[in-house]
Nanobody, 121 residues
Framework: QLQLVESGGGLVQAGGSLRLSCAAS????????MAWFRQAPGKERELVAV???????SYAAYVNGRFTISRDNDKNMLYLQMNSLKPEDTAVYYC???????????????WGQGTQVTVSS
């Protein structure tokens, strides 16, 4: 089994930056895509970004160049650099992983517990 633990969330003013991390541990396997999701109160969970095992990224349209997803496979880490944050970015951010994650991130096998990001106006 794979365990995912997010960190790096917090309170930031609009226009500021945060760097989220997701640490993978346990019986890890290769060929896992990874993704970042977010969920605000009363809203559905939505995809933020996805990255293949080899490091090819893809982003939701609303990111508009503000975020960068990356990974370090040697360290079993996933990152999300978030710049120019807006109040509407406020949500719990989750990382996910699995063999289907890159093309079908909603069907990820493993999910973290989430980290809160709050952006004040």
């Amino acid at each position: 089994q794979l365990q995912l633990v997010e960190s790096g969330g917090g309170l930031v003013q609009a226009g500021g930056s945060l760097r989220l991390s997701c640490a993978a541990s346990g019986r890890t396997a290769s060929n896992y895509g990874m993704a970042w999701f977010r969920q605000a109160p009363g809203k559905e969970r939505e995809l933020v970004a996805v990255i293949s095992w080899a490091g090819s990224p893809s982003y939701a349209a609303y990111v508009n160049g503000r975020f960068t997803i990356s990974r370090d496979n040697d360290k079993n880490m996933l990152y999300l650099q978030m710049n120019s944050l807006k109040p509407e970015d406020t949500a719990v951010y989750y990382c996910a992983a699995g063999r289907k994650t890159y093309l079908h991130p909603q069907e990820s096998d493993y999910w973290g517990q989430g980290t809160q990001v709050t952006v004040s106006s």
